[in-house]
Structure formats: C-alpha cells, structure tokens
T-cell receptor, first 113, second 110 residues
Framework: NAGVTQTPKFQVLKTGQSMTLQCAQD?????MYWYRQDPGMGLRLIYY???????DKGEVPNGYNVSRLNKREFSLRLESAAPSQTSVYFC????????????FGSGTQLSVL | QKEVEQDPGPLSVPEGAIVSLNCTYSNSAFQYFMWYRQYSRKGPELLMYTYSSGNKEDGRFTAQVDKSSKYISLFIRDSQPSDSATYLCAMSASSYKLIFGSGTRLLVRP
C-alpha cells in the first residue's frame, strides 16, 4: 500500500531552470494538495485540486503551476526556479474536501542555487 | 501576526514524562483542530482530530480545545523515545483549508 508517492526525493536546480514535481496517490482520493515547508513558517498551501478537473490557488501560488493529470496524479511545475523556492515540498491527498484526514507524501527537498 | 502560533522548541524531556504541546490562534471561526506528527525527513501524519471544543483521548494522547481562550493542547502520557518528532497543530474554519502551526520539536531522552 504505497499511499502518496512523490518524485524526486531530492533536486538541485540553478536559477531560471524549470522542473516538475510528480505526485501520485493510490487511495482513490478526490482531493490533492501541494504544500511547501520552510523553517519557522510551517506548511503553506501552494495549490490544490478539490476534484479531478479542478485546480485552485492556495496561499503562496506565485511562481508555480499545477496539473491534475487524472484522479491519481497531481504535478507541480516551477517554470523559472528562484532561490526563494528552495524548500521542502509535500504532496497530500484526502478522500474529499469535507474529510479531515490528509495523507502526506514523504517530500521533495529542492535547492535552487 | 500569524493566525496560528506554536513554540518551535526544542522541548527535551526524560522518558516517561508527561508532555504538553500547545498552540494559540487568532481566528475565532476555526472549528476543526488537528495534531500532526512529523518524523525527520518524512511527511506529517495525522495524530488527533477534534471538532469544536472539548477533549479527545486516544491511547497515550489527549487533545484539548479551549475556544474561549483560542488555545489548543496535545498531552502525551508516558512519553517514549519513539515520540521524538516535530508536532504540528493545524486548524480550519471550513474543512478544505488548513492553517498549520510551524511545529514544536520534541526530544524524549532514554
């Protein structure tokens, strides 16, 4: 039972490079989320997808785009990476937007030089 | 001012101690309250969930919510070295948007 799987686990980028973080869940969840975690800041919501076919901005969406490819997969794209995007990124999912239990992936540690 | 405040710690206690972790918040509309545990280099996992005010107990863990004081607590009885982790509080007014605290690092010494 894999749960929420994120790839890659680690990535180093140069300023201006682009990359896509992948996330897949095998729990048949409708809602999926992308968070970033920075020291002293807690988890902040970047984008979310309440259901397949919908995406919405969260608290800190600037510099990011997302794609809900299908019910299982929700990707996060950095078009032109900046040092301020150095962070740990977590994907999460839950059954639907009214269910309190969020399941998190193990994270992607991203450094932008 | 942050919507949710949490002391970052670290909090160091001997094995067997009772641990008290706390969060304060400013938004009186919050009604869903959660505690997540996060081990190093892992994603958070849900420990406790409480709706509105009151207490909830699950094994060695007790969650308390005091809405009049805008204060929530997590108590861990008979703490174990395996409880060493970062504990994040989270809360929301509507169930879709969670606001997380910055986390408290707990170290339980053998």
């Amino acid at each position: 039972n894999a749960g929420v799987t994120q790839t890659p686990k680690f990535q180093v980028l140069k300023t201006g490079q682009s990359m896509t973080l992948q996330c897949a869940q095998d729990m048949n969840h409708n809602s999926m989320y992308w968070y970033r975690q920075d020291p002293g800041m807690g988890l902040r919501l970047i984008y979310y997808s309440a259901s397949e076919g919908t995406t919405d901005k969260g608290e800190v969406p600037n510099g990011y785009n997302v794609s809900r490819l299908n019910k299982r997969e929700f990707s996060l794209r950095l078009e032109s990476a900046a040092p301020s995007q150095t962070s740990v990124y977590f994907c999460a999912s839950r059954l639907d937007s009214n269910n309190e239990k969020l399941f998190f992936g193990s994270g992607t540690q991203l450094s932008v030089l | 001012q942050k919507e949710v405040e949490q002391d970052p710690g670290p909090l160091s206690v001997p094995e067997g101690a009772i641990v008290s972790l706390n969060c304060t918040y400013s938004n009186s509309a919050f009604q869903y309250f959660m505690w997540y545990r996060q081990y190093s280099r892992k994603g958070p996992e849900l420990l406790m969930y409480t709706y509105s005010s009151g207490n909830k107990e699950d094994g060695r863990f007790t969650a308390q919510v005091d809405k009049s004081s805008k204060y929530i607590s997590l108590f861990i009885r008979d703490s174990q070295p395996s409880d060493s982790a970062t504990y994040l509080c989270a809360m929301s007014a509507s169930s879709y948007k969670l606001i997380f605290g910055s986390g408290t690092r707990l170290l339980v010494r053998p």
